[in-house]
């Protein structure tokens, strides 16, 4: 389709995290500080979910632990910075039209698309015969995810980008088999070097809540004195800390705490080893630690605010959920149009 005649989508923000417990520093450098920043720009409209269907594709949780967790992630996007008024915020399940839409990419998308994907790959193992229908079909219901708001941009790490060049697939196929200009084919945007946050105990493992050891990562509920000794007793190693980014190159803890110092205080790596370059860590991590501390510790009082107040919480994913609504109740409606479905009648 010529420029002339493409038609323009409302450029659009859409991204979310599973509510699986256990929010640590990696998810907030690496996921709901873009989104604020995302928020705050103001050149987009922005939608942030809880992915509360998908959390159940890979294993059983608990329903208790699941409601929890799922307020407990709103908190934390609260106290991290999403205002709810400005941005969109949303449980996934109490919008339906994610998972209506996702039949429909069900059927667009293809058997070797899916089974292309590393991530069903990895995650289902050797056994896959045992897998759940739902793992395989992931990556459908995060394109329909995306697309049920004609979001144009996704903020994505690595591990999600296959995902998001199957939904664009997925647009693109749509488009093409019903001759529209429907769906939009959506930009990436991939994360910085410095939010990849690793383990404050081995610096080639990514932060993890599922690490055994709670040394190894900052969790947004920790207070500001297990922050400050967290930090205190990350591994490091006996060198000072270069004044250029090379000289962090196979230093694998160095440069982790370098690029956590360098996220927190909105600097390039360069502009923080041209600070600190010949300090040794004992100089280096009360830095770190006190800078930590002012950022993080703010988050985990407010977040401890918000969950005293789980009424209040649900007020906001309802009315979360109408503004949603508003978007795609539309979409889908058009959706179902294109493809040949009989419409409701209003008796």
Not at 47 to 57: E, F, N, P, R, W
Not at 79 to 86: L, M
Not at 291 to 308: F, G, Q, T, Y
């Amino acid at each position: 389709m010529s420029d002339e005649t493409a038609t323009t989508f409302t450029p659009r923000v859409f991204s979310g995290i599973q509510p699986s417990g256990g929010l640590t520093l990696g998810n907030y450098l690496g996921a709901m500080k873009r989104f604020v920043d995302m928020q705050d720009a103001g050149t987009h409209e922005t939608v942030y979910c809880m992915v509360d269907l998908h959390a159940i594709t890979a294993k059983f949780l608990d329903p208790d632990t699941l409601r929890k967790n799922t307020r407990e992630l709103c908190a934390g996007f609260i106290a991290a910075g999403i205002d709810p008024e400005t941005s969109i915020l949303i449980n996934q399940s109490q919008v339906p039209e994610h998972a209506q839409l996702a039949w429909i990419f069900n059927c667009v998308a293809r058997m070797g698309w899916m089974q292309r994907m590393t991530q069903w790959k990895d995650k289902a193992g050797k056994n896959q015969q045992n897998a759940s229908l739902g793992l395989f079909a992931y990556p459908a219901l995060m394109a329909a995810d995306i697309l049920i708001y004609h979001a144009t941009h996704v903020p994505v790490g690595e591990d999600q980008k296959q995902h998001l060049e199957l939904t664009r697939d997925i647009a693109i196929k749509f488009n093409h088999d019903y001759g529209v200009d429907f769906f939009p084919v959506t930009e990436p945007v991939i994360e910085g070097a410095a939010t990849r946050v690793m383990s404050l105990r081995d610096g080639s493992k990514k932060m993890s809540k599922s690490d055994p050891s709670d040394a190894s990562r900052i969790n947004l509920t920790d207070d500001a004195d297990t922050i400050a000794k967290k930090i205190r007793k990350a591994k490091t190693d006996p060198d000072a800390l270069p004044s250029e980014v090379d000289g962090l190159q196979d230093r694998a803890e160095a440069r982790n705490l370098v690029n956590i110092y360098a996220a927190l205080s909105e600097q390039s790596v360069a502009e923080v080893l041209a600070e600190v370059g010949g300090k040794q860590f004992g100089e280096f991590k009360p830095m770190l630690s006190d800078l930590a501390v002012a950022k993080m510790a703010p988050i985990s009082s407010e977040m401890a605010r918000l969950m005293d107040d789980q009424a209040e919480i649900d007020r906001i994913l309802t009315r979360g959920a109408e503004r949603a609504r508003a978007i795609t109740a539309p979409i889908l409606r058009q959706t179902y149009d294109i493809i040949g479905m009989v419409p409701p009648v209003t008796l």
